[in-house]
């Protein structure tokens, strides 16, 4: 069956301080895409990337990174030199080519990032 | 502005009455959504529609009714047979209507429901 799972709960971080936000998935399928998305206190989802699984490069995009692994199933996020507007919820999450539509997509828990001055 | 607009951003509702949140986008997009969030649990789909006049059911539909008469018009119902109103409301469109998934999803600012 098809997962996301994000461990981290919370972190809580001093502004400056590198940080990233695991996050592992399940799927059967071969072709999936993976996708971050920022949700900060307004309530408002930002996307933030969008990557199909036959890309493994690395992105990069200003202070954030992304890091995509299929070996270890896992599409990890970095927020380089962090700062306080960085403070949100960052979710993560997975939708099969198979399943025919974007209404398959899955979604991790969340992790609440709080960036500290 | 091209964007998703949902409103009102925050509504209130006695028990046993029904009330519409309104979502409208400008983007031109074939498919909309109705995602509802509680505290811990994450995103999960009320109903989707993929083209005018036609909607279905997510996860947990129950509760709640949807209309497609125009392409960037897609309110929600929450009606008082939903047991547990009250949450956070994301509406989302998308520009994909065919087989393959994986276009982005983009999300208006959001609706909160308390019932009171």
């Known amino acids: 069956a098809q997962k996301v799972t994000q461990a981290q709960t919370e972190i809580s971080v001093v502004e400056k301080e590198d940080v990233t936000l695991d996050c592992v998935y399940e799927t059967r399928d071969t072709t999936y895409y993976l996708f971050w998305y920022k949700q900060p206190p307004s309530g408002e989802l930002v996307f933030l990337i969008r990557?199909?699984?036959?890309d493994e490069q690395n992105e990069i995009s200003g202070r954030y990174s992304w890091n995509f692994q299929k070996s270890t199933s896992s599409f990890n996020f970095t927020i380089t030199a962090s700062q306080v507007v960085d403070s949100a919820v960052y979710f993560c999450a997975l939708s099969e080519a198979n399943a025919g539509n974007n209404r398959k997509l899955i979604w991790g828990l969340g992790t609440s990032l709080a960036v500290n001055p | 502005d091209g964007g998703i607009t949902q409103s009102p951003k925050y509504l209130f509702r006695k028990e046993g009455q029904n009330v519409t949140l309104s979502c409208e986008q400008n983007?031109?997009?074939?498919?909309m959504y109705w995602y509802r969030q509680d505290p811990g649990q994450g995103l999960r789909l009320i109903y989707y529609?993929?083209?005018?006049?036609?909607?279905q059911k997510g996860d947990i539909a129950e509760g709640y009714s949807v209309s497609r008469e125009k392409k960037e018009s897609f309110p929600l119902t929450v009606t008082s047979a939903q047991k547990n109103p009250t949450a956070f409301y994301l509406c989302?469109?998308?520009?994909?209507?065919?087989?393959?998934?994986?276009?982005?999803?983009?999300f208006g600012e959001g609706s909160w429901l308390t019932v009171v």
């Open positions: 529609s993929q083209i005018v006049n036609d909607f």
């Open positions: 989302a469109s998308s520009s994909d209507r065919g087989l393959h998934s994986g276009n982005t999803i983009y």
């Open positions: 983007l031109n997009h074939d498919a």
């Open positions: 990557r199909n699984s036959f």
